[in-house]
């Protein structure tokens, strides 16, 4: 069974950072692309960024140059770093895998 548990989210003023972390399980992870797509308050889902089992990173044009997606596969761990965030930011955060995500991690951004 495929597992995503995502963790990371917070309360975080204009310009500040958080780094979400998801922890995989019940699938190869190595050999996954994964993904992290997000939603805000009354709105659908956003895509939010990419990386494929070969490292290959992706990024939505609301993010791109502030976040930063990672993995480290011996850990089955995927990762996104925020910087500079944004009010617009504001959302629940999802690890997702083929169309799978996770419970979701809020992220709020606000002074």
């Known amino acids: 069974e495929v597992q995503l548990v995502e963790s990371g989210g917070g309360l975080v003023q204009p310009g500040g950072s958080l780094r979400l972390s998801c922890e995989a399980s019940?699938?190869?992870?190595?050999?996954?692309?994964m993904s992290w797509v997000r939603q805000a308050p009354g709105k659908g889902l956003e895509w939010v960024s990419s990386?494929?089992?070969?490292?290959?990173?992706t990024y939505g044009d609301s993010v791109k140059g502030r976040f930063t997606i990672s993995r480290d596969n011996a850990k089955n761990m995927l990762y996104l770093q925020m910087n500079g965030l944004k009010p617009e930011d504001t959302a629940i955060y999802y690890c997702?895998?083929?169309?799978?995500r996770g419970q979701g991690t809020q992220v709020t951004v606000s002074s």
């Open positions: 019940g699938f190869t992870f190595s050999s996954a692309s």
């Open positions: 997702s895998r083929a169309g799978i």
């Open positions: 990386i494929t089992s070969g490292g290959t990173r």
